[in-house]
């Protein structure tokens, strides 16, 4: 399976923005599809984004129009650019990947936290 690394995370303002990595250890041309999702304390875990190897993608309701998913296949590295947080945006986020076997690979997870 494919190794995930998470990197960008940390503590900013409300309104503020954060820029999250996923550095996969070999080519994700043909990953299906790569996505973030995200775990705040006491609640279930959360798909925030996901994105298609041909590029198309899915953004959740409360964070559709806020945050942008991408991926660099040159760069074997999936990104989640963070606009506008808000304090209910806190929370550990992890990056995943489904080969096309299904298998999902998850990443160690990143903490985000927005402070009010």
């Known amino acids: 399976q494919v190794q995930l690394v998470e990197s960008g995370g940390g503590l900013v303002q409300s309104g503020g923005s954060l820029g999250l990595s996923c550095a996969a250890s070999?080519?994700?041309?043909?990953?299906?599809?790569m996505g973030w999702f995200r775990q705040a304390p006491g609640k279930q875990r959360e798909l925030v984004a996901a994105?298609?190897?041909?590029?198309?993608?899915y953004h959740g309701d409360s964070v559709q129009g806020r945050f942008s998913i991408s991926r660099d296949s040159a760069k074997n590295t999936m990104y989640l650019q963070m606009n506008s947080l808000k304090p209910e945006d806190t929370g550990v986020y992890y990056c995943y990947a489904d080969s096309r076997s299904g298998a999902r690979s998850w990443g160690q997870g990143t903490q985000v936290s927005v402070s009010s």
């Open positions: 070999e080519s994700i041309f043909s990953i299906p599809v």
């Open positions: 994105i298609t190897s041909d590029g198309r993608s």
